[in-house]
């Protein structure tokens, strides 16, 4: 039964993609509804990446330090895996589970609610592609900006492990600097980079998907919020696994 479901689900999803993903009817008024979610979703998202990530690269930096004290280990040891640990995963998969529970929720809530206000309906009946002049303009925005909140997070991140070196004495500023520079391949920001814009589409169409076939009141609208929220995070982990495999093999 379990099985049934999952498949009758994931079949429903293609369906909705296959409609989301058409052209538009009017690019004008795609682009300015682009724009419009460019803001809501992405630059409103900025001030949140930037508090988390300063405190958590700092928190990197100092449990770094605290964990690998030893004289077998080079002091720069610090920074490299702060950096490493930012950029490999901290700036794609930890953030996009932290975007899934803001965005997806946003997406998911706004949406549902246009379907059980008859809203969607409304667009229907007048022959338009309603999942297409809703949520394409919420996945082209998202996904378009995301590489620009990934390389944010990354700087930011690296930015307050270099605080713990600058306000403490753990660490050495020319130790930390050093480690960040130490054995620096440029593929790992690609791959950061990567990793982004592929969760990004998973929150953006997985959250669209259940706000769009909300059924009932404002109680379901919050259930498919937290449904969205929820397989957004699996498949996020899922295809973290699968990208890091195919990317670092």
Do not use: H
Not at 53 to 79: C, D, E, K, R
Not at 137 to 144: E, S
Request: hydrophobic content about 55%.
């Amino acid at each position: 039964m379990i099985i049934t479901n999952s498949l009758a689900t994931f079949g429903r999803y293609c369906m909705f993609l296959w409609r989301t993903l058409s052209l538009p009817d009017r690019w004008s008024v795609f682009g300015k509804r682009t724009l419009q979610e460019v803001s809501k979703l992405g630059i409103d998202s900025i001030p949140l990446v930037l508090i988390i990530s300063v405190f958590i690269g700092a928190v990197i930096a100092i449990q770094m330090q605290i964990n690998i004290a030893s004289p077998l280990i080079p002091a720069y040891a610090v920074g490299l895996a702060t950096r490493d640990i930012v950029l490999l995963e901290f700036s794609n998969s930890i953030l996009c589970l932290i975007l899934a529970g803001k965005v997806g929720s946003n997406i998911a809530s706004e949406i549902g609610t246009m379907r059980v206000t008859e809203q969607i309906d409304a667009l229907d009946i007048m022959g338009v592609n309603s999942a297409n002049f809703l949520v394409l303009p919420k996945i082209v925005a998202f996904v378009a900006f995301m590489p620009i909140l990934s390389v944010l997070c990354m700087g930011t991140s690296i930015l307050g492990g270099y605080g713990v070196s600058v306000f403490t004495d753990l660490i050495t500023e020319s130790r930390f600097l050093y480690g960040l520079q130490a054995f620096f391949q440029e593929w790992y920001i690609w791959y950061g980079i990567i990793k982004s814009v592929v969760f990004a589409f998973i929150i953006a169409t997985t959250a669209s998907f259940y706000g769009y076939y909300v059924k009932g009141g404002a109680l379901q609208v919050g259930k498919a919020s937290t449904d969205g929220v929820v397989s957004s995070s699996i498949f996020i982990l899922l295809f973290d696994v699968i990208l890091t495999k195919l990317l670092l093999q």
